[in-house]
């Protein structure tokens, strides 16, 4: 068994490690040689939660790693032969280790907001139940997905898995029946490929915002259409001025697609492909057995009307609510007929997730239960029990508290199946 040892260094200290590297005075040299020499890995601060420590010492476990975690829960100390780079370039939970900080560390401080998870694009358009990135990143690991292999989200959402994969060098295909998200996500993920030609036309746009439709690289005229839609959210949730908003927030997305730019030359990151499809998931026009995992999250039953949520903007990109209504999932039908074809449809979605993976991997699915008329229904169980029949095994299933003062529901369920 090894010796039970805690850091003596956090993550303060090595924040402050390049300014000490360069005022090399005597005792900043041996504080940074202190924590060059620190030895075992140790959690992210923002690691407060029990699912979160599990998801971590379940990462490691998938890297092949043996360890001991020291007395502070805070410290793990590792007692197997390990591949550094690798560890450095993945890890999701950790800052450091033997004193090397890892990538993910290093990535999450490009971030133009207060809130931790939103760093570089994440943060753009204020969509309701986005994924936790961190966690994906460890899902990912979990479920031992290498670069160049595919991951599919068939419901994409805001594409937070989209830009984990893109940063890790995972190929994605991300699938989703709204417009908004089918922009949003390309937006998140393309927008650095056309940062000069943002900045060459962006006085010309927000002094004429009509312009945007005759832009003709499109993935800029995507840009500016989103920053609008941000701006769109801002005016009808919070009442704040369209232009000043559209302005700010075209500066702020800049911001970020610069931030995109820099932590990848200094990480020297090999982004993975993206590929966005605004489609129905039940009708998945992707080959048999072609996808190497699969990290989603559906509509939780009749939880949240997608379309009501964002009617804002989609009435803005020129949608009809009533039309668009008939495809999305939890929303299509009325009365209890919704609960009916929620399960037929999800029951589709899960065959055609099935049928795409390939054997031997791993899909993971992030759901809760809903509240109906202060009934609890059981829409996790119902997942699991639909899989189960398709052919999946569930290899791990995870209670996830959602934090938050505005969150109506407590708690949701990460689970793991496989296809053998
Ligand atoms: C829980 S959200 C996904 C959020 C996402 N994980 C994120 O990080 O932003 C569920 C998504 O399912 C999409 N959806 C609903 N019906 C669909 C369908 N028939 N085909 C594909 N996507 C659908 C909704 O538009 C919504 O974006």
Known sequence: MPKTQTNLFG??????????NKEKNASNIKKVEAIKSQKGLSLLRNVQFIYELALAKKELISFGLDFHIANDFRTFEVSSPQDVNLLKRRLAYFWSMDGIITDYYQIIKYNQTTSVNQYLTHWIYPYKGKFHPQMIRALLNIMQVREGETILDP???????ALECQLL???FIGIDISPLCYLLSRVKTESIDVIEEIEKIKKEILSNPEKIKNIKNEKARNFFIIAQMVAHSDSARRGRNYTFSFHSNTEKMLKSLKDYIEVKNKLNLRLGKVDIVRTDVRNLDLQEESIDGIVTSPPYSIALNYVVNDSHSLQALGYSLKKISEDFIGVRGSGLNKFKLYDEDMAVAYEQMYRVLKKGKYCAVVIGNVTFQGEEIDTTQIAIDTCLKIGFKLVSKMEKIIYGLYNVMQKEYIL????E
């Open 416 to 419: 793991i199946f496989k296809k």
């Open 169 to 171: 060098g995972i190929n």
């Open 11 to 20: 993550e303060e200290d090595i924040e402050n490690l390049h300014t000490l």
């Open 155 to 161: 419901f994409v959402g805001s594409g937070t898995a």
